[in-house]
């Protein structure tokens, strides 16, 4: 049985940007051992999540998917936590995750585990899961490209993506934190 969060909220994003200031707004709030949970489908927004999130942080490298490596580590610029960044896709259990030894590293960074639901619960009593949904196809009328999922474009025409956190454990006892898409 799946416990029930301590609170979830969610927020409208219509482009890149804005996940990624709604993200670098998250920032001040985590702290060295926090877990994050991304979920969304193909092209939702869970790396240009992630980008936002290691901004705030102020995380050296330019932070790309971790797809290919599964794990990308980026140490802090000043006194803050690092930034592990895990693509958990291809791992087809909570064993395989085991494997990477995310425990060694999670105590001096946020972790933040795109696709890890179902995978990654069991490395920490506490999480915060990060939901990215948004709607199918981009609003034509049929044809070829009708229901496909796309990416954020560069024109500014975004479909609006829904962002839901949830807080679990003791560590989100007390409520989300205020956070602002200015």
């Avoid at 942080?57 to 990308?72: E, H, K, N």
């Avoid at 060694?104 to 915060?128: C, D, K």
């Avoid at 009708?146 to 839901?164: Q, S, Y």
Wanted: charged share 20%; aromatic share 4%.
């Amino acid at each position: 049985m799946t416990a029930a969060p301590e609170w979830s909220v969610a927020y409208d994003v219509g482009s890149a940007a804005r996940l990624q200031a709604l993200a670098a707004g998250l920032a001040p709030h985590l702290r060295a051992g926090d877990l994050l949970v991304l979920s969304g489908e193909l092209g939702a927004g869970k790396t240009t999540f992630t980008q936002g999130l290691g901004r705030g942080l102020a995380v050296q490298d330019r932070i790309i998917s971790p797809t290919f490596v599964l794990v990308r580590q980026h140490p802090a610029a000043g006194g803050g936590p690092g930034l592990i960044h895990v693509d958990a896709y291809r791992l087809e259990s909570a064993a395989a995750v085991d494997d990477l030894d995310l425990e060694a590293t999670m105590g001096a960074n946020v972790t933040v585990v795109e696709w890890g639901a179902g995978r990654v619960e069991h490395l920490s009593g506490s999480r915060l899961r990060v939901d990215i949904a948004r709607p199918l196809g981009g609003g034509g009328t049929g044809g070829a490209g009708a229901g496909l999922i796309t990416d954020f474009d560069d024109d500014g025409e975004d479909e609006v993506r829904t962002i839901t956190l949830s807080g679990f454990g003791p560590r989100w006892h007390g409520g989300p934190p205020a956070l602002s898409l200015d």
